[in-house]
């Protein structure tokens, strides 16, 4: 799988632009000597006829100076988000509170119901709720746009 799949843009077609910006890359690689000139003129053939990224991509792949580009291009990774550390941090507290009293209480009284349940599953519950939206809707839909930022921004919109 070649590094533009993961963005699914082999279907993207190609216009005289690209072909153009291709073959320098092509013209750069006889320099560099990474190619020969029957080979550049054969690449620069499929190069001229090729359709859509993933047709040019044959000629060029095996290039360093294409995956340069190509790994360029690659978006990060998207973490959590602050405000979710900050959730699990901000509902650690009272927990932390709540069983640190059941504690003390326990050692100092003796056996005593398990009363910080009724602080711990609500809030462990919608900690839960929020983080699996986060992962399940919003993150989704943040790739989705990150991904459309970077295909209008290669294709210059």
């Given at each position: 799988?070649?590094?533009?799949?993961?963005?699914?843009?082999?279907?993207?077609?190609?216009?005289?632009?690209?072909?153009?910006?291709?073959?320098?890359?092509?013209?750069?690689?006889?320099?560099?000597?990474?190619?020969?000139?029957?080979?550049?003129?054969?690449?620069?053939?499929?190069?001229?006829?090729?359709?859509?990224?993933?047709?040019?991509?044959?000629?060029?792949?095996?290039?360093?100076?294409?995956?340069?580009?190509?790994?360029?291009?690659?978006?990060e990774k998207l973490g959590s988000p602050d405000w979710v550390k900050w959730l699990w941090f901000g509902i650690s507290i009272p927990i932390g509170i709540n069983l640190g009293i059941w504690l003390?209480?326990?050692?100092?009284?003796?056996?005593?119901?398990?009363?910080?349940?009724?602080?711990?599953?609500?809030?462990?519950?919608?900690?839960?709720?929020?983080?699996?939206?986060?992962?399940?809707?919003?993150?989704?839909?943040?790739?989705?746009?990150?991904?459309?930022?970077?295909?209008?921004?290669?294709?210059?919109?």
């Open positions: 799988m070649s590094s533009l799949e993961r963005f699914g843009d082999r279907e993207t077609r190609l216009g005289n632009a690209e072909r153009s910006a291709l073959t320098e890359i092509l013209r750069s690689a006889v320099d560099q000597g990474y190619i020969d000139l029957d080979e550049y003129e054969k690449r620069v053939d499929v190069l001229m006829t090729a359709k859509t990224v993933g047709d040019a991509e044959a000629v060029l792949t095996d290039l360093p100076a294409y995956q340069k580009i190509v790994d360029a291009q690659e978006p003390i209480l326990l050692f100092t009284v003796g056996p005593v119901y398990f009363w910080p349940v009724w602080v711990v599953v609500p809030l462990v519950v919608v900690a839960l709720c929020l983080t699996g939206a986060e992962r399940t809707i919003m993150r989704p839909a943040e790739e989705r746009k990150r991904r459309e930022r970077m295909r209008r921004k290669r294709n210059g919109r």
